[in-house]
């Protein structure tokens, strides 16, 4: 009898102790095409990198709200039939929370059957002004300014320092390139500024010679470059300073990283880019998340003393998919995409502790808000020139 006793309340000891211990919560899956080889690589890769740090960082703090994050990717090097065939497959085999896309072509085509998909939103490297509209692309959103606001924040900064200033647009030869054109356009006169001179160039290494030769004789005040990461920028500029041109020049997001005065120091100082992220060698520590960012490259990557836009906008773009997923939880929601989408576009003046360097509101599923950011050779990058401009 006594033995019995013993059995039963040992028994009831590992119900109470089984009934007591937390169950297990299931990992968040964030699937991402990723850009590490192709033609973009040397940016993709970077990106692919603030992506799988921001991870493994949140996933060493016990993760969001407890949930592990599992990171799910394959490299597509800039191919969109390849993007799409690793969406399809990435979906079917872990169905991703949220998933990052590698370029605008791959994100507007693949927008159907992520409409239909179970409970994911999307975002990723492309800035689309199509991307804002949010009756056509309801699971999608930019994690920044769309081109079309980019052109905006520096045209406004434009009139405000020079008004009436003459604007000279040189753009790439592709989607890219096109999308704010004509939105520009538009804003240069209702701004009453004056636009003297529109190019269009093939990206990368182009004879610009003739272009240089057009801008020479309209004397633009501002030459604004788009649809570009670096060349044929440098060769614009160096060109126009050798003709002792006064131009002051200006770019988009992609055009604004580092490499600008780290492959063409001679030329580049003075070059304004728009921003809404701050940049890795700013001299003050912009807050805690920052500092946390940058302790954490120190620790698993000690010999990249420096890292481009590319990065911080892999690490900013996962950090905000996992703030909205921890608002969510808060909130006492399920995890589907219409209260995920609720909880982004309740985001407002949202604080990223350094990360950014504007409040964070999302309106139309971006985020229209930048600050002009100017490269200073003799500080060895760029320095903030503005204060933040929001595009209405």
Known sequence: MKKLLIVVSVLLMSMVIGLSAPAAKEDIVFGETALITGVFGFAGGELHEGIVDYINYRNEQGGIRGHKIKHVFEDCGYKVDCSIATFKKLKAEHSPLFYSGDSTGFMKAVAPELKSSKNMLMSGVSYASELTNETTYPRSFIAGPSYTDQIGILLNYAAKEKPGAKIALVHSDSGFGRDPIEAAVGLIKDLGLDLVETITTKAGNVDISTDVLKLRRKKPD??????????????????????????????????????????????????????????????????????????????????????????????????????????TIDAGLELTHTNLKKTLNSIKDWDTGGIASVPITIKNNSIPVGRIFRVNIAKGGYEPVSEVIVIK
């Open 222 to 327: 501002y030459v604004i470059f788009h649809g570009y990461v670096l060349t044929p920028i440098n060769e614009f500029m160096s060109q126009m300073k050798e003709l002792n041109m006064k131009t002051k020049f200006m770019g988009t997001y992609w055009s604004s990283s580092e490499l600008m005065y780290m492959k063409a120091k001679e030329v580049s100082d003075g070059y304004m880019g728009v921003m809404h992220l701050n940049y890795f060698n700013m001299d003050t520590s912009p807050g805690k998340e920052w500092d946390a960012m940058k302790a954490y490259n120190a620790k698993v990557h000690p010999d990249k003393k420096v890292r481009p836009n590319f990065y911080i906008f892999g690490w900013f773009q996962t950090m905000l998919w996992a703030e909205i997923i921890e608002r």
